[in-house]
């Protein structure tokens, strides 16, 4: 079950200037290893902080482009300028993943430099709706995430009254893979592959989609980020409790 839309959550929401200052930054050797030139921070900035939103935990994680770096937490998305640290947009987490009401949570984002695109993605509660949980997914159509974003919806629809928590990002050559716990009433791992070449293309849509599921005591599967050339379609299989991390090859198009 999916639904679908085209917008730009992110332009036009008031840009806020932000003072950058440029700092170097140096780090220790670590004792016995080769001694190797040591990474300077370029740029430090204030970001998002637990006081925009009141959101505890804040799950956050961000991700950088060409000339921007995006950030995502529980209750909000920010854009900055990479380079100055200027904040350009700031919208609510529900405001940028609108396509359907009600609590959005465990926002995700990567830059696919493959394709140029963000792709960003979180959990869906209904709430006190009739609805199913589920998860939202958002690619935008350039490499400017102030610009438009396709965004669906979808969820699993044998456990659309269980909790899709916190659903995990990966890219691969062929697709988009995200996993998910489901639990309660139902207690599963589930991972979607998505077919990559209709969410790029123009304009975009959403193509084939296949859905597994195992119920293991396990957490949720973890797909990979291909960064440079793209090579697999891989997921992590997180096995805690057994002391090992499978790890899969997904082969053919979702």
Request: charged residues 20%; hydrophobic residues 45%.
């Amino acid at each position: 079950e999916w639904l679908e839309s085209l917008r730009a959550p992110l332009a036009d929401v008031g840009a806020e200037s932000r003072d950058a200052a440029n700092e170097a930054g140096t780090m220790d050797s670590v004792a016995g290893s080769v001694p190797v030139t040591p990474p300077r921070i370029g740029i430090r900035f204030p970001a998002a902080n637990v006081g925009w939103t009141g959101l505890t935990p804040p799950d956050a994680m961000g991700a950088i482009g060409p000339r921007h770096f995006l950030e995502v937490i529980n209750g909000s998305v920010a854009v900055y300028d990479r380079r100055t640290g200027l904040r350009l947009s700031r919208v609510s987490l529900p405001a940028f993943f609108s396509i359907v009401p009600g609590f959005k949570f465990d926002p995700r984002v990567i830059f696919d430099a493959q394709s140029g695109r963000w792709i960003a993605s979180a959990a869906r509660s209904p709430g006190n709706l009739p609805e199913p949980f589920g998860v939202c997914l958002a690619v935008s159509r350039t490499d400017d995430p102030l610009g438009d974003w396709f965004e669906v919806f979808f969820f699993d629809p044998e456990h659309g009254d269980s909790l899709h928590d916190f659903p995990m990002l990966g890219t691969g050559p062929n697709g988009i893979y995200m996993g998910v716990h489901l639990f309660p009433p139902a207690s599963k791992q589930v991972l979607w592959a998505i077919e990559r070449g209709p969410l790029l293309s123009n304009p975009p849509r959403l193509g084939a989609m296949t859905l597994w599921r195992y119920e293991v005591d396990d957490l949720q599967p973890v797909p990979v980020q291909s960064l440079g050339a793209l090579g697999a379609d891989l997921v992590v299989r997180m096995a805690p409790w057994a002391g090992t991390m499978p790890v899969y090859l997904v082969e053919g198009s979702p």
